[in-house]
């Protein structure tokens, strides 16, 4: 019976990479190391609603067809199209999203990542500001202050804090969770929060005035602070200024509370530049809890092949980009695309209404291993096989460390840098009329 070591989770953001799976007759039997959520990916794969068979929506109804059928019917979506958006590609490898954006720039489409409804605000902040950061090995073996911001991963990312934060014990933090500090701030009592040293309640939508006043202290004007901001009172204000100032190192993570409340990518500079007035005093570093596995990946290769993390339009031939006009979310309530690819994300369970009410209208073509509220309104489903159990690739965990996936068990199904590959091929073959 194969023992697998140091297999890599492949659900959240932390990529844990010391993984055991015990593997008999091509099933997955017993994981050893991994979280709920790691475990139920590992072994519930088995049991979640897979997409058993390539379909071809026909009078209203998906039915089963071949896998080259599908690859046709797509390929024939994509040739008719005059503006198609592909959207996700973060549950899935580089290898994968790097055949994505050929085939984008193929067809003249707008890509774009789950980071749109999620931490594509960092992404711009970092663009402006700049980011810095560090490896969470570094903060495992240094941080002695960590703060959570906007942030649970008690239900998140479970591991985090055992691995590479609070708990952890590192080569100067052997003392490990009693040897360092940590802060919570959110607007209410998270889990994550019952178990800090510190816990700050913010009001909704106000993390920029906390960040601007800590600021302001930091830098030695804490006069011009008023007495409560953003419903904390001053002197708890100074405190936390104190604790950051005074650290040996701090690494601040920070969520979707952050980036997607009230001033958006404004949070994220803010804190990226608390971080630098920070680094005048002590060392300081900043992590954004991504939660799609790659999506950090999707980031990294996008940038490095076109030059931008998301959202890249190549309807005029080259890269274009401007969140706000060319994110999916922007284009499908602007009603403009007249076919999407949807990839190893969810739409239809994620999307505002109207944006969905769109997808609805147009036809959708969906590469995913599972069926999903997408699956409802797509035209044709490629399935496709689980990324980190099926099939090896790359990720990039939160910290934008690369780690090599490793296959587990044998599949019938291709994977989605095959699947894009074949796709790509039949586009260009269509489009030479062969
Ligand atoms: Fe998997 Fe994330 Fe849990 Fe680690 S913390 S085992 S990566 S779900």
Redesign the pocket.
Known sequence: MPVIKDAV?S??G???DD?TVTVEDNKITKIE???I??HS?FVGMFEHDRIETPMVRKDGELVPVSYEETIEAAAKILVNSRRTLSYGWCSTSCEAVSGAIQLAEETGSIIDSTANVCHGPTALAAQEKGSPSASLGEIKNRADVIVFWGCNPVHA????MSRYSSFSKGFFTEKGRKGRKMVVVDVRKTDTAKIADKYVEIEQGSDLLLVTALRSIVNGHEDVVPETVAGVPKAEVLELAETLKNAKFTCIFFGMGVTQSRSKYKNGDAVSSLISDLNQHTKAVMIGMRGH?NVTGFGQVATWETGFPMAIDFARGYPYYNPGETGANDLLVREEPDAAIIAAADAGAHFPQKAVRHLARIPVIQIDPYANPTTEIADVVIPAAVVGIEAEGTAYRMDAISLRMKKLIDTEFKTDEEIVKDLTAKVREMKRGV
């Open positions: 989770c659900l959240c932390s990529l844990c993984i190391n991994a979280c959520l790691g990916k990312h479970p591991r985090h596995y």
